[in-house]
């Protein structure tokens, strides 16, 4: 199958580059739910990437998770991004049937680096890293939220014209209702959120999973940012809150914004790069919800072994944790939005 | 009645070497990660075999007095769980529909976040249950 996948791959890249292309080596990486991932080694005999270089081939996978995007629309999403100045590898050449028939797939520029939330915020090899990723992360949010439905209609995303908030409860009541037992707690936080909602400040681009474990770090701090199949058009806040999800610190749980950075300091980060002020009480809610809906979203990992059939101890276990979030998110009703 | 060691003697002690002596020796990560887990389930499991019945038999009194239900404590460990199924059900529905005032929702956000500190000493007794515990 490699052998098939690595002539395909040549002759595709032959094709897009406009010379010979020669694939040295492909290899399977640990995918995730919505794609596979391959190592390819190539060397390329024209074009500014000419000369022995390695990507990632993105792949969709046979299944996808309800709202994500294929890998056609989340090439032209990171792309846009890119253009707008977030620091991370292009979506390249991208193809369809490469890797299985409809599939689409496109490739990225190998980065070094480590993704692993633990390691991120813990390990000493890292420590100046965290000291410039605020600063980083804070510019490349900003610039992902510089991409906006006005300025770029082409994108196939979904619901330009809902409401995010009426979104994102409704998917978030969908998810509920799928729910295999009574949650008590996240109807709770569910009805604390329907009373209150934040006003719309600006409908923009969301990453949609910006938190630690989809970065990409280095020495000198973020070389990537990963997993962009949850984009959608939003509230901006709503990256910020899910950055805050108490679950994302892995352990710092004093260091609110991704595990490595206090939460004023990292609104204000934000405030600056993004010239927009941040109003804490709206953070707070998608605060609040990010914890309901991953809450929901580890119960629902379960079923994935009890009735889908995986064999993956991970999607066991995870439910059990669901109450951490619950506890998370009447936790932070009950203490309030921060007073800055 | 088998001899000892008993069974949570035996739980904590496999529990122990997955995550003591086995874990550590695994150089795929991803093996090592698994049996990880695998330890941490079965240090829950020994943890709910020592709380399980105390907590259970807790959150149903306090579904009964949410409810202002009396009746004798369940014959059964499956009768209980039935029973708290029922009420915990009872008890969503009546957060989605009901008028509820300040002081049942006080009342019934008491029970639920009790029902989850009791759940997090067994699932991650580690997990920091202050409210300002981001200092």
Not at chain 1, 45 to 74: I, K, M, N, T
Not at chain 1, 124 to 137: G, H, K, V, Y
Not at chain 2, 97 to 122: N, S
Request: some cysteine; aromatic content about 6%.
């Amino acid at each position: 199958m490699l052998e098939e996948l690595s002539q395909r791959i040549a002759a595709h890249l032959s094709r897009e580059t406009g010379a010979p292309a020669t694939v040295h080596d492909v290899r399977p990486l640990p995918g995730g739910a919505c794609q596979e991932l391959f190592r390819v080694d190539v060397t390329l005999a024209a074009g500014p990437l000419e000369g022995q270089r390695r990507f990632v081939l993105r792949s969709d996978a046979r299944e996808s998770l309800p709202g994500s995007l294929d890998r056609d629309a989340e090439g032209q999403v990171i792309n846009a991004a890119v253009a707008a100045g977030v620091p991370t590898p292009p979506a390249r050449w991208a193809a369809r049937g490469l890797v299985r028939a409809d599939a689409h797939a496109y490739f990225l520029d190998w980065v070094e680096g480590v993704a692993i939330g633990r390691r991120v915020v813990s390990h000493p090899s890292l420590a100046a890293a965290r000291e410039a990723l605020p600063r980083q992360l804070a510019a490349a949010l900003a610039a992902v939220h510089r991409v906006t439905p006005a300025g770029s209609p082409h994108l196939p995303l979904p619901d330009r014209d809902v409401d995010p908030v009426d979104a994102s409860l409704g998917a978030l009541r969908a998810m509920l209702d799928r729910l295999p037992e009574p949650h008590a707690a996240l109807e709770l936080a569910f009805r604390w959120l329907g009373e209150n909602r934040p006003p719309l400040a600006k409908r923009t681009l969301v990453h949609g999973d910006f938190r630690t474990g989809n970065f990409m770090v280095g020495p000198g701090g973020l070389v990537a940012v990963l997993d962009w199949e949850f984009a959608h058009w939003g509230d901006p806040l709503e990256d910020l809150g899910w950055l805050c999800v108490r679950d994302w610190r892995f352990g710092s749980v004093d260091r609110p914004a991704g595990g490595f950075a206090r939460r004023g300091a990292f609104y204000a980060l934000y405030a600056e790069a993004s010239g927009r002020a941040v109003d804490p009480a709206a953070v707070h809610f998608w605060e609040v919800l990010g914890n309901v809906r991953w809450g929901g979203g580890a119960v629902l990992q379960g079923e994935r072994y009890l009735q889908g059939g995986s064999r993956d101890l991970e999607h066991l276990a995870i439910p059990r944790r669901a109450c951490e979030m619950e506890f998370e998110a009447l936790r932070l009703i009950e203490t309030g939005p921060p007073r800055m | 009645m088998q001899d000892r060691p008993d069974k949570l003697k035996l739980l904590e002690s496999v529990a122990r070497f997955l995550g003591e002596e086995l874990a550590p020796a695994i150089e795929d990560r991803g093996l090592a990660f698994r049996v990880r887990i695998a330890a941490w389930l079965t240090q829950m499991v020994a943890l709910e075999l020592l709380l399980g019945d105390a907590q259970d038999a807790a959150q149903l009194q306090r579904l009964r007095a949410l409810f202002g239900e009396e009746a004798d404590a369940p014959a059964t460990a499956a009768k209980l769980h039935e029973a708290i199924a029922h009420l915990e059900t009872r008890l969503v529905d009546r957060i989605r529909e009901g008028a509820l005032d300040d002081a049942e929702r006080a009342r019934i956000t008491a029970h639920v976040k009790q029902t989850l500190r009791e759940k997090l000493v067994v699932v991650q007794p580690r997990f920091d249950t202050r409210p300002d515990v981001e200092g």
